[in-house]
């Protein structure tokens, strides 16, 4: 493979890449709408690959040139093919005939002396050790990656908007009364309304990192989008872990428990209890979803099948598409799996309207440091996570 070829291929390798991490945004969204910041990493790799497209179309005009050259090449050797060639191998098939033809050299045989000089010529063999220096180390692409940026629980909750700086939620803790008058002209009764606040102090979450130019200009595929993808989905994970931990560390240890070795009505008897407290903390705003940690995904899909569940409490759970995000749903409640728990065996059943989270997105921030030949990248954003009422969050135990 020539240097063209080869760098044709890496090319072609970087937009292979590019298209394999917009088909995970892709799959992370679930057929949903992409979020404000998945619609930024696609469109960030569009633009990458229109310019790695730019650099293809001359080295594919060469490439074309160069083969129309070998074909002339080709065409002016065929009228050369009369000239002499290399003398050819010779092969004796025994013992026999290379002595017969040594007897036949020494009586004056001018083609059994050619056919002996050939045979008896002492060949030096070339090989790949011989020469280091003249092979390649090819880099095939795209670079292995094996990491899951997806936020279920933030996305299915949607981040709001973040304010700037700190800033309070309003929250009614005590309600006006009514009751049934005790007689006629007696007095109604009269409570008061009470609102108090809600602080919420969002926290900045990002990551940096300095490439040396030489880096950037020598790196196949290049190292600066394999970078800021990394640091966009490593703050991904982060701010999916922040919210995931603060739901379940704040939530309510409900008294549900899914037992050992489990049936599928018990577990579908553990989602409906658990809807059921839910519902008393909420008075049913906002919609039901859990949220259960891989290894819990793992104990409970295989009791509900993914074929024909006919009067069943689920309709079922498909091991070919395990991974993060909704996996399937349990008496009607959607189970989404994420990695942001920090224990395993983690599931808690909430209402969105008992959670919320809201986020500033800063994106990548890039800066030259002339000093020492380097580019110097980040990726943050502003983060919080609000829980409005403990009691609509239901840990369910899993032993």
Known sequence: MGETDQVLASYMAEIEERQTFVDGIFKAAAGKDLSDEQLEL?????????KVNAKIEPLLEMRRISGDSAKRVAEIARYMSDRPGPPPEVEYRSAGEYILDFVRSSTG????KSRLTTYNRAAAHQTTADNPGLLPSPILGPVLNFIDAARPVV???????????????????QHTAVAAQSAEKAELVSQKMTISKL?????????YLNISRQDLDW????????????LAAQYAIKTEATAVQAFYAGGTAGTVTIPASPTADNV????????????????????????ASPDVLGILGGLFAPVNPVDSQSTGFNAVSFGQGAMGSIGGIPVYVTSGFAAAKSLMVLSSASAEVYEDRIGALQVVEPSVL???????????????????????TVT
């Open 42 to 50: 696609v469109n960030d790799q569009k633009k990458q690959m229109e």
């Open 109 to 112: 045989s001018e083609e059994a």
């Open 268 to 291: 579908a008897a553990a989602f409906w209890g658990a809807a059921a407290q839910v519902y008393a903390g909420t008075h049913g705003q906002g919609r039901l979803l859990a949220a």
């Open 199 to 207: 602080a919420v102090t969002p926290a900045t979450i990002g990551g």
């Open 219 to 230: 790196s196949q595929p290049g190292i600066l989008d394999i970078v800021i993808n990394d």
């Open 155 to 173: 996305n299915a909750l949607g981040a709001r908007q973040l304010p700037t700086g700190s800033f309070s939620r309003p929250k009614i803790t």
């Open 374 to 396: 380097g580019l110097q990248v980040a990726w943050a954003g502003v983060f919080a996570a609000l829980i409005t009422e403990a009691t609509g969050i239901i840990k369910v």
